[in-house]
């Protein structure tokens, strides 16, 4: 997901937050669910962008947030669906952020 996500975001794409992430990037944590076909994917991607950019992560998860809708093009995801979007600056840094949550139903 982070790769299908981040290609269309326009910008890299990352599971972990590590300290040599570029200015603007997405990163893909599972929050949980998935145990079964019948237990949704809950899914939480993180838009960065650097300081006082909150203009620029809003925009970045709006891109995010319209590639959702795609991710049932991937094998065996199905019903994808923005749950939740919302601000939230990182603490440690003090980089603009939105958070965008999706879930969805992976059947392998």
Request: proline share 6%.
């Amino acid at each position: 997901m982070a790769r299908r996500l981040s290609e269309a975001a326009g910008v890299p794409g990352r599971v972990e937050v590590t300290g040599d992430t570029p200015e603007s990037f997405i990163s893909v944590e599972r929050l949980g669910g998935g145990g079964s076909m019948f237990d949704p994917v809950q899914l939480a991607v993180d838009c960065w962008a650097g300081k006082k950019q909150r203009k620029t992560a809003q925009a970045l998860s709006e891109r995010v947030g319209a590639a959702v809708y795609d991710l049932d093009e991937e094998p065996n995801v199905f019903h994808p669906e923005v749950t939740n979007t919302y601000r939230q600056n990182d603490p440690d840094t003090g980089r603009s952020r939105y958070i965008v949550q999706i879930q969805l139903w992976v059947c392998e």
